[in-house]
C-alpha cells in the first residue's frame, strides 16, 4: 500500500518527505483495518517530524484519520466491514497517512454523516483533547459550572475551538478565550466565546477588568509566558490544565491558592492501554452526534487536497506558522 513518510528528523525541507510502499500492519483482536479518506494536521505531527529520527524505514506520520471499515479483527464488536469510521489513531503505532491503517476499535467512532471523509477527520484528536481536558482534566460535569468561568488560552486552534463549544454546549460555565488577531477574535466569537482578551497582553489586567476570576483555566499554548499571570487571575482552589511543552513549569506560587494543576495527553489511553480505553469510542459518538445534529459547528478551515509529497509538506509549513484557525485537512489516498 501507499504511505508518505519522513526520512530524517528536522525541519520540513530535511525531513525529505517520501511516498512508498508498505504492509499494512497485522490485525490484533481489537483492531479494524480502514480505507483511508481523509486525514488532518495536528501539531503533534510537527513535533514527531522535527525531533524523532526514523530508524530503518520512514516515519508515517498523521493521528486523525476518517474512511471505511475493510477488515476487522477476532474480537471486534462495535464496528463491520463497509462502517465509516473517524478517530486518533495512536501514537506508538504507525501513522495515518497511508492508504489502509490499522487501529484499535475501542477509540474509534463512527463518522458524522453530514460531514465528508477530509471534514470529518479534523476533528477526533482535537475533540478528544477538549473533552477529557474539560471533563478528567479540569474536573468539570457536564451541566456543571454555575456561577463559574474558564479561561482558554489559545482558543482560535483546533483545540480551543472544540473546548469553547463544548463548555458552552454542554457545561454552566462563562467562557473567556484569548485571541490576538481580527480573525481569530471573530472566529473565537463564533465559536461562543463570552469574553475574549488578547494574549499577546497580560491577562491578569484583562481578566480583572472583566471582573471575573476563572475557576478553570486551559492553558494551550506559551505557558512559559503566561503561568506568572494564570496564577495571579485564578480563583483560589482552582484548576489549571495544561497541553502544550513548557521549558520551565514551576508551580510553588500556586501553593497559597491550593491550586490544582493537571496535564491532558489525548493518546494515554492506548499508550497504556488504559481500563477504561473505550470511554475514547463514547466520547467520538458523542461528538459525531453533535456535529450532526448542529450543536457542534465543524471547525475545518482549510482543505488542502489530496495528500501528496508536495501537500503534506505544505501542511506541516503551514501548522508551524502558528496562524492557523481551527483545522487543516487532506484527502486521503482514496
Known amino acids: 500500500m501507499k504511505a508518505i513518510g519522513y526520512a530524517k528528523a528536522g525541519t520540513v525541507a530535511a525531513a525529505k518527505f517520501i ?14 483495518e480502514v480505507e483511508i479518506h481523509g486525514v488532518s494536521m495536528n501539531p503533534v505531527d510537527t513535533k514527531l517530524r522535527a525531533n524523532v529520527m526514523p530508524e530503518d524505514t520512514p516515519k508515517v506520520l498523521g493521528y486523525d484519520a476518517a474512511g471505511i471499515v475493510t477488515k476487522v479483527g477476532t474480537a471486534t464488536s462495535r464496528f463491520k466491514v463497509g462502517d465509516e469510521v473517524f478517530y486518533a489513531g495512536d501514537i506508538t503505532r504507525p501513522g495515518t497517512n497511508s492508504a489502509v491503517h490499522v487501529v484499535d476499535e ?29 471533563f478528567d482534566s ?18 482560535a486552534g483546533g483545540v480551543g475551538s472544540l473546548l469553547i463549544q463544548l463548555a458552552k454546549t454542554l457545561t454552566k460555565l462563562t467562557v473567556i478565550a484569548t485571541a490576538s488577531r481580527p480573525d481569530t477574535i471573530d472566529w473565537v466569537k463564533k465559536m461562543g466565546a463570552d469574553h475574549v482578551i488578547n494574549h499577546r497582553k497580560p491577562l491578569d ?6 471582573n471575573l476570576s476563572p475557576k478553570y483555566v486551559a492553558a494551550l499554548t506559551g505557558t512559559d509566558g503566561h503561568l506568572k499571570a494564570i496564577i495571579s487571575l485564578i480563583k483560589p482552589r482552582g484548576t489549571i490544565a495544561f497541553i502544550d511543552d513548557p521549558v520551565t513549569l514551576d508551580i510553588k506560587a500556586g501553593k497559597q491558592k491550593a491550586l490544582r494543576f493537571a496535564w491532558e495527553f489525548m493518546f494515554t489511553r492506548s499508550m497504556f492501554n488504559t481500563d477504561d480505553i473505550d470511554q475514547q469510542h463514547n466520547i467520538l459518538t458523542r461528538i459525531s452526534e453533535m456535529l450532526d445534529n448542529g450543536t457542534l459547528l465543524s471547525t475545518v478551515t482549510a482543505n488542502l487536497g489530496s495528500i ?27
Open 19 to 32: 511516498e512508498f510502499e508498505q504492509e499494512p500492519a497485522p490485525l490484533g483482536p481489537y483492531d479494524l
Open 106 to 134: 475501542r477509540i474509534v467512532g463512527k463518522k458524522p454523516k453530514t460531514l465528508d471523509f477530509a471534514e470529518a477527520a479534523g476533528h477526533p484528536l482535537t475533540a478528544l483533547t477538549a473533552w477529557e481536558l474539560l
Open 138 to 155: 479540569l474536573g468539570v460535569t457536564e451541566n456543571g459550572g454555575e456561577g463559574e468561568s474558564l479561561l482558554v488560552i489559545g482558543g
Open 205 to 210: 489586567g484583562q481578566i480583572a477588568s472583566l
Open 308 to 334: 501528496s509529497v508536495d501537500t503534506l509538506s505544505e501542511a506541516h509549513r503551514l501548522q508551524e506558522t502558528g496562524r492557523v484557525i481551527g483545522k487543516n485537512v487532506l484527502k486521503g489516498f482514496y
